[in-house]
Antibody, heavy 117, light 108 residues
């Protein structure tokens, strides 16, 4: 059974940093692109970033470029999102998702990030 | 960037057919995927590549895509189908996903 378990969310002040983690199991993690998708409270889904199987390619939505960094450790079956210079508008549930071709085929349950003073 | 437009809400009586649209410029030339999200839960892929169903998704769920509109069709709607539905395509310019704004399906 595919499992994606996010952790690391919480309350952080504007300008602060947070590192999200996603532990994967039940599939060959190193064979998949992986993504982060977020959902602000009461709002829709927004793709944030993705990373190629070997970490050689990374892409970001414009609003987080230069502030967020996606990375992975295939030996640990883990995906990460380092978030710096956080803003109120980054408040959201952050989902880890496996990406196959152009879909997001499996999702974690999400971790809530709240940016507030 | 590419924009996908969905109606905010669709209502349907149990047993009837619900159709949720997703509009985009020449969307028929793209592959469209659909996700179901129930309150407090993560999204679930219900249709991929316009009309394919992942294993475990009922045959009542189907999809089509042509011209400027993609459509998710849910036949014989059940109370358990009440959820938010999102369409999604891949944006080659950003190398990332683009989601529609979502449609809340209400079962009357």
């Amino acid at each position: 059974e595919v499992q994606l378990v996010e952790s690391g969310g919480g309350l952080v002040q504007p300008g602060g940093s947070l590192r999200l983690s996603c532990a994967a199991s039940g599939f060959t993690f190193s064979s998949y692109w992986m993504s982060w998708v977020r959902q602000a409270p009461g709002k829709g889904l927004e793709w944030v970033a993705n990373i190629k199987q070997d970490g050689s390619e990374k892409y970001y939505v414009d609003s987080v470029k230069g502030r967020f960094t996606i990375s992975r450790d295939n030996a640990k079956n883990s995906l990460y999102l380092q978030m710096n210079s956080l803003r109120a508008e980054d408040t959201a549930v952050y989902y880890c998702a496996s990406s196959r071709d152009s879909t997001f085929d499996y999702w974690g349950q999400g971790t809530l990030v709240t940016v507030s003073s | 960037s590419y924009v996908l437009t969905q109606p905010p809400s669709v209502s349907v009586a149990p047993g009837k057919t619900a159709r949720i649209t997703c509009g985009g410029n020449n969307i028929g030339s793209k592959s469209v995927h659909w996700y179901q999200q129930k309150p407090g839960q993560a999204p679930v892929l219900v249709i991929y590549y316009d009309s394919d169903r992942p294993s475990g998704i009922p045959e009542r769920f189907s999809g089509s895509n042509s011209g400027n509109t993609a459509t998710l069709t849910i036949s014989r709607v059940e109370a358990g189908d009440e959820a938010d539905y999102y369409c999604q395509v891949w944006d080659s310019s950003s190398n990332g996903g683009v989601f529609g704004g979502g449609t809340k399906l209400t079962v009357l």
